[in-house]
Nanobody, 117 residues
Framework: QVQLVESGGGLVHTGGSLRLSCAASGRTFSTYTMGWFRQAPGKEREFVANINWSDSSNYAASVKGRFTISRDNAKNTVYLQMNSLKPEDTAVYYC???????????WGQGTQVTVSS
């Protein structure tokens, strides 16, 4: 069982930056693929970025070049550095983990990010 707790959300102006953190429980964190997803009001949850055990990462086209995902296995934490934020980045951001396959089995409670224009 893995528990995920996000933090770092908040209100920021267009062009600003935020860093989200996701702290994970469990002794096998380093083996998990960790992902960030987001859900804006009235929209479906969408993929933002992920990072696997070897630090290989993937990004949604909408955030590539602006967001950076990283992990610190010693701290059981994954980060999402978000720069050049836009109003359309406003959403609840969720951290998720998967050990194998393509389905994310574990999810955090989410943290709100609001970008004002």
């Amino acid at each position: 069982q893995v528990q995920l707790v996000e933090s770092g959300g908040g209100l920021v102006h267009t062009g600003g930056s935020l860093r989200l953190s996701c702290a994970a429980s469990g002794r096998t964190f380093s083996t998990y693929t960790m992902g960030w997803f987001r859900q804006a009001p009235g929209k479906e949850r969408e993929f933002v970025a992920n990072i696997n055990w070897s630090d290989s990462s993937n990004y949604a086209a909408s955030v590539k070049g602006r967001f950076t995902i990283s992990r610190d296995n010693a701290k059981n934490t994954v980060y999402l550095q978000m720069n050049s934020l836009k109003p359309e980045d406003t959403a609840v951001y969720y951290c998720a983990a998967r050990s194998s396959g393509l389905v994310y089995k574990y999810w955090g409670q989410g943290t709100q990010v609001t970008v004002s224009s």
